[in-house]
């Protein structure tokens, strides 16, 4: 009988982690060889990070978890999720992608987040938050249908544990009394901080007065064990961690069977307990496992953010490789400008969804953090608090990266647009964003919220037209507005020093031309600015314009670009169905498309593109100057090869 008692302090020579290329090779190894498996899985994670860079921090607080989880369950067979995804570096080197883990995040190389194309030990795709149970729950309803016996485990951080999403699954769960093993990953972080009622209620768990012995843990066990596995249980040694529940957690009152809180990075804990969990046999259980973010690894247990996204850094000293900026970000240029809007106006509040410093809505909380509103990783809830806060005169600004805003989509109709209510969105991270790929591209909020009624609908083509246009969103106090600008840096243009609204619907003639008009909607413009450049040098007269608003669209414009243009093209970061969508419908209205307009409407491909550079994937997309170029003359019908085109 397998003896538990896993305290080990000299290792062997051989480096064990070399011998492991799947779960089944680690299962092979003594008990007591596991401590040494995670020690040297630790050290390879901070290695191959400090080369891809990517998300750090949440994988080295999972290491002993994961080679836990692989020990103790039989994976592939028994499915394990990882909610989010960001902490499955040390996952996908024990799963086979050793050989590849410094592909990470780069074209053609492994991606971020689980990918259920990627390996079969990924048996649900992840990045976008909370979704774990829910996953977890439908696998484990298919095995129940299906006469199945493996185990299905969702690990979720205590984050993402703050989404609703979470709480449905959860509420299902216990009703159904679905076998189903759910481990709470509990490090007391978010992306910062943890925000929420939750938060603070897991603190109390763990750390509550009275504590429940792991044998008293055990014992909550036994009680559900055949006899058989009870004896085995009762061997479990004494362990200081644990809880002594007066009335049931709210886990227990949701129709689980609560564990916990034990130490997740001993693994004389994590062992016996996910054993006996393993061998219980009915339920749905949840195991509270509390870690730290970022252990091991003293630079990032030392930081704010736990490194929870590191670029390149020296593994001996922690530092990162961070390139000198060329020009301001958006999201600190969106801080910024918000600050200076709020000093003028005490009715502007901000809001985040969990994201604070990704939307610098962290730099609005410096200067006034009473008016500053992280509500979680809980988009729903982020969109109706602003439309509640707007129907009592305030002027919320909704800062939600459009991939994460997809989460809000009913109430943002239901809510603010039927409503018609002046909710601000900063629609941050719009377009491609590169190393995250296709789960965090804001390829879709032009079509999405294109097509809703009352929507003012603007994009900013560089950062000084960003400080305008939050001063035009402050000015639009009867519905709602949209205001999308990408990930990254600007184009280093001379910014205001205080934002001038805009005229609502009215769009620019940056560059006048004659015989093509290229209308861009967003920061392609940078890139039409170059095609006009190789057009010219082919002859080719080029005007180019910026639309400015989707909605109002500025038809006046539009119908001059077409009346004086032989080839029209629109162009924009987003999918069918948006900006060029809505000029083709302007033009076709106006019986603009009758006659002999070459119209061409630039969108991204409909496919989800993979993760790479952003210049990469926009080249791949199309949508760089060299594509700008070529469809041109695809219009023009002349036979035009890119690798003429002299651009960079
Ligand atoms: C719907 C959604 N909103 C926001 C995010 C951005 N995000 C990624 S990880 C994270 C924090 C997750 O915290 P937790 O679940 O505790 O995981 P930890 O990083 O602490 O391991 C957030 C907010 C997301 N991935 N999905
Ligand atoms: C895992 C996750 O969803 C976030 O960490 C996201 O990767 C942040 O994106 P940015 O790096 O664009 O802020
Ligand atoms: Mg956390």
Request: net charge neutral.
């Amino acid at each position: 009988m397998q003896n538990w008692n896993i305290a080990v302090t000299t290792y062997s020579k051989t480096p064990l982690l070399d011998t492991i290329r799947t779960p089944d090779d680690l299962r092979r190894l003594k008990v007591d060889q596991v401590r040494q498996v995670a020690d040297e899985l630790r050290q390879e994670t901070i290695d191959a990070v400090s080369v891809t860079g990517g998300h750090f921090g949440a994988g080295l607080g999972v290491v002993e978890l994961t080679t836990a989880l692989h020990y103790i369950f039989d994976t592939p067979r028994d499915r394990l999720i990882w909610d989010v995804g960001h902490q499955a570096y040390p996952h996908k080197i024990l799963t086979g992608r050793r050989d590849r883990i410094r592909t990470l995040r780069t074209g053609g190389g492994l991606s971020g987040f689980t990918k259920r194309t990627e390996s079969d030990y990924d048996p649900f795709g992840a990045a976008h938050s909370s979704t774990s149970i829910s996953a977890g729950l439908g696998m484990a309803v298919a095995r129940d249908l299906s006469g199945g016996k493996n185990n299905v485990i969702a690990v979720i951080g205590d984050g993402a544990m703050s989404a609703g999403m979470a709480y449905e699954a959860m509420n299902n769960a216990g009703a159904m009394n679905s076998r189903l093993i759910v481990i709470l990953n509990d490090n007391d972080m978010s992306i910062a901080p943890p925000v929420g009622a939750m938060s603070a209620y897991l603190s109390r768990l763990y750390s509550g007065k009275t504590y429940r012995s792991l044998r008293e843990a055990a014992k909550q066990i036994n009680k559900r064990l055949p006899k058989v596995l009870a004896d085995r249980a009762n061997r479990v040694e004494e362990y200081s961690r644990g809880f002594m529940v007066g009335g049931g957690t709210l886990f227990e009152e949701l129709g689980f069977y609560y564990v916990g809180p034990i130490d997740g990075h001993n693994l004389d804990h994590l062992l016996p307990v996910l054993k006996n969990v393993r061998d219980m046999q009915d339920g749905p259980i949840l195991v509270h496992v509390v870690t730290q973010k970022g252990k091991g690894y003293p630079p990032a247990e030392a930081s704010a953010d736990k490194y929870h996204a590191v670029v390149k850094f020296d593994v001996a000293t922690g530092a990162q490789a961070k390139a000198k900026p060329n020009a301001p970000s958006y999201q600190n240029v969106f801080g910024q400008s918000l600050v200076k809007e709020a000093a003028k106006d005490d009715k502007i509040v901000g809001i985040t969804a969990a994201m604070p410093s990704g939307t610098g809505i962290d730099i609005f909380n410096k200067a006034f953090p009473d008016r500053t509103f992280d509500v979680g990783i809980a988009e729903q809830h982020a969109v109706t608090f602003a439309a509640g806060l707007a129907t009592e005169g305030y002027k919320p600004f909704c800062a939600i990266y459009s991939t994460f805003l997809q989460r809000g989509y009913d109430q943002v109709v239901h809510d603010v647009a039927i409503q018609s209510l002046p909710v601000r969105f900063a629609i941050d991270r719009a377009g491609l964003v590169g190393a995250d790929g296709a789960t965090h591209a804001g390829s879709f909020d032009n079509a999405y919220l294109g097509c809703l009624p009352n929507f003012v609908i603007m994009a900013a083509s560089d950062e000084a037209e960003l400080v305008n246009m939050v001063a035009t969103q402050v000015a639009i106090n009867d519905r709602p507005s949209a205001l999308r600008y990408p990930r990254g840096e600007g184009r280093g243009v001379e910014m205001p020093e205080v934002g001038v609204p805009m005229e609502v619907g009215k769009g620019r003639i940056v560059r006048q031309g004659n015989k093509i008009a290229l209308l861009s909607f967003g920061t392609r413009l940078g890139e039409c600015e170059k095609a006009a450049d190789e057009l010219a040098a082919h002859g080719l007269s080029t005007t180019i314009a910026d639309a400015r608003f989707m909605k109002p669209l500025d038809v006046d414009l539009v119908l001059k670009l077409a009346r004086e243009h032989e080839v029209l093209l629109t162009i924009e970061e987003g999918s069918i169905g948006g900006f060029g969508s809505h000029v083709m419908q302007t033009l076709a209205e106006h019986g603009m498309l009758d006659g002999g307009l070459r119209m061409r409407a630039m969108v991204l491909p409909d496919v989800f593109l993979d993760h790479d550079s952003p210049n990469a994937m926009y080249a791949r997309a199309g949508l760089d100057a060299k594509g700008i170029v070529a469809k041109v003359f695809e219009a023009l019908g002349k036979d035009f090869k890119t690798e003429t085109v002299k651009l960079a």
